[in-house]
């Protein structure tokens, strides 16, 4: 966006009164939303947005600028603004800034601008009419497409410059089944980093007819036990539990605030042998993945917990400073109105060896989890509380009638002490992970796996599964 000089100055200015690191983020973001309801598109929003952060790092504080216009002069006078906060002894001079090119590619077969919008209604037209044909009992469908094409420039005081473009697509369906006065929703989402080609029409048909059978399916369901038992969590239901009630708590600035139930754990037994949890910001085509994090520095895989033992956290640059240990690609942020901070990027708990059937068949009598819904967590004490978006009794290893109205209640770190069964399998699902005010796309996943015993909440106190 800007020659390397200009970037160099606007660094030097940064550090005109000292500190010990200054960083600027430039953006430019081009998004595509198309929405549709009740048989109609109700929008379609187009637009760009631009801008640029500057950053500086003195000690333990951190001051930070912005703005829309992408001009040496406006980024001369944010900078100027920030090197206020800052005071040292050896102000910056000049900044010798080197390129540093990406080691991942990530092939982007259709970009999504060169697709019309029209391309893009008709998708979200399709995959509401394939919602509303599973059965007549839908009455309702909305469709949201999106996607996102964003430039980024990312230079520091370390001489690190970077430029990158990421790339978005993602469609999610919610579907309301009524029979007289009983209402159920049932949603299902897909995306990546990857471009139009995601939306491929069969696969968002498919999406949508998901998401209405489960909403459908919850008509007939029945009310869920309560009590403690045996719980398999499918690898369809997602990662929601490593996200949420693990994942978090192993940010390095949750650990270094005392605000992680991880805090001061670092090799030692945390959960089962055999699981193992593992952040990734390489894999091919999924929601959390770019090149390099939005500090400049290259995405990788990083173990956080290996064969039970806790071995790492995720580390931004600053984070990572404290520790005396190296970043570890997760330095994210929401846009260039705000300051980077450690976040997830692909975040699961890694395959093991059962069969995934031979899981459920163990259990006599418990609850199969095949979807998980929204929740709270105590990043603090690991304290959970989850609902089930789809789940089924099991009864002598078979699934059995679908519930509704179940909870998980339980406590993270306790939890992965005590699985058991470890499937071969791996589930991904993909979100909005929000933290401080910021979202970011991230994708969690997780093999089948049993849990002995956890509190199932419901509205059948009968005692039994």
């Known amino acids: 966006m800007l020659d390397r000089k200009i970037l160099g100055d606007v660094l030097a200015t940064a550090l005109r009164h000292g500190g010990d690191f200054a960083d600027i983020f430039l953006e430019n973001r081009a998004t595509t939303l198309v929405s549709g309801e009740d048989k109609k598109i109700e929008r379609i929003k187009t637009g760009v947005d631009s801008g640029a952060g500057v950053r500086v790092v003195c000690g333990d504080t951190t001051a930070y600028a912005y703005t829309n216009k992408i001009t040496a002069a406006d980024l001369l006078q944010a900078a100027d603004v920030a ?26 077969a259709i970009l999504p601008d060169a697709v019309p919008v029209a391309d893009k209604v008709a998708v979200v037209a399709a995959a509401e009419k394939a919602a509303r044909d599973v059965d007549e009992r839908i009455k309702q469908v909305q469709v949201v497409y999106g996607d996102v094409i964003q430039d980024v420039t ?7 410059l970077v430029e990158d473009r990421r790339v978005r697509t993602r469609l999610s369906v919610n579907a309301v089944a009524a029979a007289g006065a009983e209402i159920q ?5 897909r995306g990546g980093s990857q471009g139009f080609e995601l939306a491929a029409m ?11 059978r489960r909403a459908v399916d919850a008509l007939e369901a029945k009310a869920a036990p309560a009590g403690k038992m045996p719980v398999v969590m499918a690898g369809a239901a997602g990662g929601t539990m490593v996200h949420e009630a693990c994942g978090h ?12 139930v991880y805090a001061g754990r670092a090799g030692q037994q945390v959960a089962a042998p055999g699981i193992t949890v593992v952040d990734d910001g390489t894999i091919p085509g999924r929601y959390g993945t770019m090149r390099f994090d939005d500090e400049g520095f290259p995405t990788r895989k990083t173990v956080l917990i290996e064969n039970g033992v806790l071995t790492g956290f995720m580390y931004d640059y600053l984070t990572a400073r404290r520790d005396k240990a190296s970043p570890t690609g997760n330095g994210r942020r929401e846009s260039f109105e705000h300051k980077p901070i450690p976040r997830m990027r692909n975040t699961y708990i890694a395959p093991g060896k059962d069969d995934p059937d031979d899981v459920i068949g163990s259990v006599k009598n418990g609850l199969l989890v095949k979807k998980m819904g929204g929740g709270q967590v105590n990043t603090i004490n690991g304290d959970f509380v989850f609902d089930v978006a789809e789940g089924y009794l099991i009864r002598d290893g078979r699934v059995s009638n679908r519930v509704r ?45 049993r849990i002995p015993e956890i509190i199932v909440g419901g509205t059948d106190h009968s005692g039994r599964p």
């Open 154 to 160: 990312i230079a520091n005081s370390l001489g690190r």
């Open 405 to 449: 109205g179940a909870t998980l209640a339980g406590n993270g770190p306790e939890v992965l002490r005590r699985i058991d069964m470890i499937g071969r399998d791996l589930g991904f699902t993909i979100g909005t992970c929000g933290k401080d005010g910021q979202g970011a796309p991230v994708s969690d996943a997780q093999p089948t796996i």
């Open 202 to 212: 069969d696969a968002c048909e498919q999406t949508a007819r998901e998401a209405a």
């Open 249 to 260: 708590g192993l940010e390095a600035d949750l650990v270094q605030k005392g605000l992680s």
């Open 83 to 108: 090197s206020r906060a800052a005071r040292g002894p050896q102000p910056v001079v000049a900044i010798d800034l080197r390129k540093v090119e990406p080691t991942l590619d990530l092939d982007i």
């Open 185 to 189: 929703t049932g949603f299902e989402a």
